[in-house]
């Protein structure tokens, strides 16, 4: 009897235990449940001029693609999300061809140039660029350049097959014509990278050529014929204001000639004899004047022209 009575008291009290840790156990596995779950879980951010490529991950199994975000936005807290931000806004590369890396054109002239590219990730294609043209990058490197994911995949797919185009436009051509086609090589080389691309979540803008550089003797020699070709321009320019004054010169006295025949044509014997008479009545009633004989004619005129000199009487003989 005492043993059954000491059976019934554990029980009870087994069961009083059991009421009272219960509720501390569910506590603790609920708060040990939500440790787990904050800690495992994330609310990834996608900031302005990004497209967020969203994964879940998972504790057994392989991580899958979610979903996409185009930022700013996040999409709430949610179990082992993870997001890998790709940049949609334009980029300007430039791709220099200097030193060793300089081309020959056509003529064997060494020549150094740059090729400056506008491109962007179509934000359409965000996925396609994740799962077949990204490379994997470490969340440190994209916390420091975030970036890295766009740079990376240029280098690989971009940028050699660029830079080839631009090297093969350049030698088609001889070396003091690159700087005239500078336009056309752009062109060029925008229309075949385009091509390229055209299946690739790269969307290629422009391609602008410049910068271009010759060998300093090439540019010496240049600079030397520039000159000459300027100081040939001015002699020309020199010897047409010569021809112009002399042109000039001719016409000038060309209208002297015929004035003078005019006035010679003019002057006769009896306008000379008027003038003549004219200056000697001018002369007589001034009241200051001084009087000058002067041979008159039959007639009281004065007579002009030439006369000969009277012939000086010959030496008498002793």
Request: no cysteine; charged share 20%.
């Amino acid at each position: 009897m005492l043993h059954r009575l000491h059976g019934e008291s554990a029980y009870a009290a087994l069961r009083i235990l059991a009421f009272r840790t219960l509720p501390i156990l569910a506590f603790a596995f609920v708060a040990f449940a939500a440790g787990v779950w904050l800690v495992g879980s994330h609310n990834p951010y996608t900031p302005a001029g990004y497209v967020g490529y969203l994964t879940k991950g998972a504790v057994f199994g392989q991580s899958r693609f979610y979903g996409v975000q185009r930022g700013p936005t996040s999409p709430g807290r949610g179990w082992l999300l993870d997001v890998a931000n790709v940049s949609v806004t334009p980029y300007t590369y430039t791709e220099e061809f200097a030193g060793e890396n300089s081309v020959l054109s056509r003529d064997n002239l060494k020549i150094s140039f740059a090729v400056h590219t506008v491109w962007r990730v179509d934000e359409a294609r965000v996925p396609l660029f994740m799962e077949r043209f990204s490379t994997t990058v470490s969340n440190g490197d994209t916390e420091k350049a975030p970036d890295a994911i766009v740079k990376v995949a240029y280098g690989h797919f971009v940028r050699e097959p660029l830079r080839t185009f631009a090297r093969d436009e350049v030698q088609r051509r001889n070396g003091l014509k690159v700087k005239d086609d500078l336009i056309t090589i752009g062109d060029a080389v925008l229309r075949r990278i385009q091509q390229y691309a055209q299946a690739s979540p790269f969307v290629i803008s422009s391609v602008v050529v410049g910068n271009v550089q010759y060998p300093s003797e090439v540019a010496d020699a240049v600079a030397r014929k520039l000159a000459a070709t300027q100081e040939l321009e001015r002699k020309d320019t020199e010897i047409e204001i010569e021809r112009k004054d002399r042109t000039k010169r001719e016409v000038q006295a060309a209208g002297i000639a015929s004035a003078m025949q005019i006035i010679r044509g003019q002057l006769s014997a009896m306008y000379i004899q008027h003038e003549a008479i004219e200056a000697q009545k001018l002369m007589v009633n001034s009241p200051n004047h001084t009087t000058v004989y002067i041979p008159v004619g039959p007639m009281g005129v004065p007579l002009t022209g030439t006369f000969p000199a009277p012939a000086s009487p010959a030496p008498k003989s002793q």
